[in-house]
């Protein structure tokens, strides 16, 4: 039944001007994922006007939230890239904002939000052709990233580094996106401590709940800042390897920038037509922004003895 009443409340918030206040709660995971996956932004193929529609619905929350441009008056920026045919296509692009502070070095957090359109390219179910809306992948990527700006925007005295969000596209063609990002030099990558990656969160199975964590066999220093798996209310699997050009993680990779990406991991409905907002566990996410919101905070202490010595 809670499932239902998921799918139907934030379809009418999307409909309406009264929308939830931002932040890590299960009501605003839903009403991001709501917007994102629903029908009217075409599966948000890279190149579309899907795509648009949705880059347009990030960059507004990203103003509601109060996070600024990452350079004065920019906050979208447009790219050209290499579909699966070899055509070039033009992407809308990354949308990048910024929480200051008055340091240098920064963390990049990163979700890409497009998807698969009508399933033309990568789908699992090659023969249908209806909209894959990608609520888990990767809306819900998304919904943590906005989620957690907004937490820590409300925090930015405690920070000591500036971070840096970015929503990529085209990750589903060749990651793209995140290439831009960090090839444009929009981004002073010498300055990036590390990067967040996050993609697929929104399915943390209700009978044996597992967090999958990329990058600590390569980067095992983040070990020790994770919360304790006692106290995370999930099983947190530590050993899985960086998948190569498996999520935009990987392009900050290999700039030998150290980073980790989590995941719910894949399920049956990866890629298909019906991952959808029914099948979403939005408490999970919550309890999962839970477990960031730590490890943002003390990623700081890390940082701190690592420039000490």
Not at 38 to 67: L, V, Y
Not at 79 to 105: A, C, H, Y
Not at 268 to 296: T, V
Request: proline share 4%; aromatic share 10%; with cysteine.
């Amino acid at each position: 039944m809670w499932r239902l009443l998921f799918v139907l409340f934030p379809l009418s918030i999307v409909g309406q001007a009264v929308t939830p206040e931002p932040g890590c709660t299960v009501e605003y995971f839903q009403y991001v994922v709501s917007a994102l996956a629903n029908d009217s932004m075409e599966g948000r193929m890279a190149g579309t006007k899907g795509e648009k529609k949705a880059a347009d619905f990030i960059a507004a929350e990203f103003k509601k939230i109060g996070c600024k441009p990452l350079h004065k008056n920019k906050m979208v920026y447009p790219f050209v890239f290499l579909n699966p045919d070899s055509v070039q296509e033009n992407s809308v692009g990354n949308i990048v904002s910024k929480i200051e502070t008055k340091e240098k070095e920064l963390i990049v957090i990163g979700a890409h939000y497009d998807h698969l359109g009508f399933g033309k390219y990568h789908s699992r179910s090659p023969f249908d052709k209806s909209i894959h809306n990608g609520a888990d992948d990767n809306a819900s990527g998304v919904a943590m990233m906005l989620g957690l700006a907004a937490w820590c925007n409300e925090r930015k005295e405690e920070l000591k580094y500036d971070l840096v969000f970015a929503a990529f596209s085209a990750e589903e063609d060749g990651l793209y996106g995140s290439k831009e990002l960090l090839r444009s030099g929009e981004l002073d990558t010498a300055m990036v401590y590390a990067y967040l990656n996050f993609d697929m969160l929104g399915r943390l199975n209700e009978t044996k709940p597992i967090l999958k964590i990329e990058g600590l066999v390569e980067h095992p220093q983040f070990m020790s800042v994770l919360l304790a798996d006692s106290l995370a209310g999930f099983d947190v699997r530590k050993s899985d390897p960086i998948f190569k050009g498996g999520s935009d993680n990987y392009s900050f990779e290999t700039l030998g920038i150290q980073g980790l990406s989590f995941s719910t991991g894949i399920h049956e409905q990866y890629h298909k037509p019906d991952d959808d907002i029914d099948k979403m566990n939005f408490e999970g996410m919550e309890s999962i922004s839970h477990y960031l919101q730590f490890l943002i905070m003390q990623i700081q202490q890390l940082q701190s003895i690592e420039n000490k010595n």
